[in-house]
């Protein structure tokens, strides 16, 4: 080899001499220097770029110690194979794997930057925009806000936090007037003082109270029309979890918010699923709560102070994802550890990125219009669903008996159609597509160390996932209609049937004590094991 080096060494210093001074025996060595020197070169490019992209493996980490021991060694290996043969005859053979090496590596590269900025986008602080609605009557001859400049604007100074001054505040600024305004403490009486005694000429509202006041007021959205919408935007600092030790068991809320376009902390969260999993054991339990639960939630009023009381599940949402957490938390009496929040648009493109993913349906229906444009046929097993179809799939309600009970069931069928699709190697296929998708459409507290860690942990086992669910049901009672103690007035809601929260808590504390079961066996046993207990005569 030193015979090389020292022949490379004199090839090269022909390389700066003119040619038509060299003789044929000395062109030659031109030549071969001016190869060797070009193939040093590639190498010093693919030393770079392998630093650079061990960089950023190290930095993404997900890969476990002895993959990354062995990317390490393999690079290695390579960057003296191409640098040695370039003294050696196989200097041809060198270019070309320093080349490809370097491609390669750049194109590890821009993965592993993707992945990590994806990373800290869904687990960073967030842009929240709200929405607020100036509703006036049907048949106001009003066509823009400077039209209503000489209104009296009302809102809601109880039920609708600050959103309604802010916008105010902001026609204020851009018009330089000081709008005439009413409070009201509830919506009875601001709906009243609009379109009955014409107290006030347009409603300042929340989009996201706007959307309950259709369902449960009565000729609200027939009686009035949205003259314009104002945006606040904010930042909402997302407050991280704590790291959980590897293997722990671990408890995540699962939001799926009932919006379009890009995710937001607040607003109605049509699915509100705990999401139990034990990496240990590899055991998740699902356990999905209907969102028209009547339950005690909280929210702050404009002052901050806090409002309790009965009301829907889903409403708890309206006040932010925490709020949520905290209702489902005290429902169980469990510690939720973090949450993932994705909206409409989320599920679809996730689930297009995917390639699609395979739904299990226990019922045979076809979806209305509410869930989706198109109707679709899903039969009783496996359904091939795209984005578009998987969200009919957990959306419809109206086509069960069982209405928000199916849907729940529903949801879950498609999360774990989900789980199944990304941790198969399929995933690596649409890698580009997929991390696009949840950028800008899904947010989590989960800290970017412990997803890190669950990817570790798939990579270096791939035992399957043992996904378990379970929904909770609800009493059937004569009256539906209940007071709603947070945000006012009244709506449907379902009182919880407790004998299944209670079997939900049981659920929940197996699957954290390292239990690998299957739901629908433990259910049954339980079952009979109380029958047996209450069947048992007491002693005299």
């Known amino acids: 080899m030193s015979g090389f080096f020292s022949r490379t060494n004199r090839d090269m210093q022909y390389i700066f001499k003119s040619s038509s001074k060299l003789n044929k025996k000395q062109l030659k060595r031109k030549k071969r220097g001016i190869s060797s020197l070009i193939g040093i070169l590639l190498v010093i490019i693919e030393l770079i770029i392998s630093i650079l992209f061990t960089y950023e493996i190290i930095k993404l980490?997900?890969?476990?110690?002895?993959?990354?021991?062995?990317?390490?060694?393999?690079?290695?290996?390579?960057?003296?194979?191409?640098?040695?043969?370039?003294?050696?005859?196989?200097?041809?053979?060198?270019?070309?794997?320093?080349?490809?090496?370097?491609?390669?590596?750049?194109?590890?590269?821009?993965?592993?930057?993707?992945?990590?900025?994806?990373?800290?986008?869904?687990?960073?602080?967030?842009?929240?925009?709200d929405s607020i609605h100036l509703v006036v009557v049907k048949e106001d001859a009003a066509s823009s806000i400077a039209d209503t400049l000489n209104y009296t604007y009302g809102y809601n100074s109880q039920h609708d936090g600050d959103l309604p001054v802010k916008a105010i505040e902001k026609i204020n600024s851009e018009n330089n007037i000081s709008l005439n305004t009413k409070t009201y403490d509830n919506w009875e009486q601001i709906t009243a003082a609009l379109y009955e005694n014409n107290e006030i000429q347009l409603i300042a509202i929340n989009s996201n109270i706007y959307?309950?006041?259709l369902e449960e007021n009565e000729g609200f959205g027939t009686k009035t029309r949205i003259l314009d919408t104002i945006t606040i935007t904010t930042k909402v600092a997302v407050e991280k979890g704590e790291v959980k030790q590897k293997g722990d068991c671990f408890v995540m809320y699962i939001s799926g918010n009932d919006e379009y376009g890009t995710i937001s902390d607040?607003?109605?969260?049509?699915?509100?699923?705990?999401?139990?999993?034990?990496?240990?054991?590899?055991q998740?339990?699902?356990?999905?709560?209907?969102?028209?639960?009547?339950?005690?939630?909280?929210?702050?009023?404009?002052s901050g102070k806090m409002i309790t009381g009965l009301d829907k599940l889903t409403h708890a949402g309206n006040a932010g994802t925490k709020y949520s957490m905290e209702a489902l938390s005290n429902l169980f009496g469990v510690d939720i550890d973090y949450f993932f929040k994705v909206n409409f648009d989320g599920c679809v493109n996730i689930i297009d990125a995917l390639g699609g993913i395979t739904i299990f349906s226990d019922v045979d229906f076809i979806n209305g219009t509410d869930a989706a444009p198109?109707?679709?046929?899903?039969?009783?097993?496996?359904?091939?669903?795209?984005?578009?179809?998987?969200?009919?799939?957990?959306?419809?309600?109206?086509?069960?008996?069982?209405?928000?009970?199916?849907?729940?069931?529903?949801?879950?069928?498609?999360?774990?159609?989900?789980?199944?699709?990304?941790?198969?190697?399929?995933?690596?296929?649409?890698?580009?597509?997929?991390?696009?998708?949840?950028?800008?459409?899904?947010?989590?507290?989960m800290p970017t160390e412990s997803i890190q860690q669950l990817i570790k942990d798939q990579l270096s086992d791939s035992t399957p996932w043992n996904v378990q669910s379970y929904s909770l049901t609800f009493m059937n009672e004569a009256n539906y209609i209940k007071p709603l103690q947070v945000y006012g007035g009244s709506g449907w809601a379902c009182l919880p049937d407790y004998d299944s929260v209670n079997m939900a808590i049981?659920?929940?504390?197996?699957?954290?004590?390292?239990?690998?079961?299957?739901?629908?066996?433990?259910?049954?046993?339980?079952?009979n094991l109380e029958d047996s207990t209450n069947n048992t005569p007491s002693a005299n």
């Not at 370039?86 to 070309?96: D, E, L, M, V, Y």
């Not at 659920?507 to 079952?527: A, G, M, S, Y």
Request: proline content about 2%; charged content about 20%; overall charge neutral.
């Open 266 to 282: 607040t607003g109605r969260s049509d699915v509100n699923i705990l999401a139990v999993i034990n990496p240990e054991t590899r």
């Open 374 to 445: 198109e109707r679709y046929h899903f039969v009783k097993g496996a359904n091939e669903c795209d984005g578009a179809k998987a969200l009919a799939f957990v959306r419809e309600r109206e086509a069960f008996l069982a209405g928000d009970l199916q849907r729940g069931k529903n949801q879950q069928a498609a999360i774990s159609a989900m789980i199944e699709k990304a941790t198969s190697p399929a995933i690596l296929t649409n890698y580009s597509a997929i991390l696009d998708a949840v950028s800008d459409m899904m947010y989590t507290n």
């Open 211 to 213: 959307k309950t006041l």
């Open 284 to 302: 998740v339990m699902l356990i999905s709560t209907p969102r028209d639960y009547y339950i005690n939630i909280s929210r702050p009023d404009s």
């Open 506 to 527: 049981k659920l929940i504390q197996k699957t954290q004590n390292d239990e690998i079961f299957n739901v629908d066996e433990v259910v049954q046993e339980l079952e």
């Open 61 to 129: 980490n997900i890969f476990p110690l002895k993959y990354l021991v062995m990317f390490i060694i393999v690079i290695i290996l390579l960057l003296l194979y191409n640098f040695t043969s370039q003294f050696t005859k196989s200097r041809g053979i060198g270019k070309f794997l320093s080349i490809l090496v370097s491609m390669l590596l750049v194109f590890g590269y821009l993965v592993g930057s993707k992945i990590n900025w994806t990373l800290q986008g869904i687990t960073s602080n967030i842009t929240k925009t």
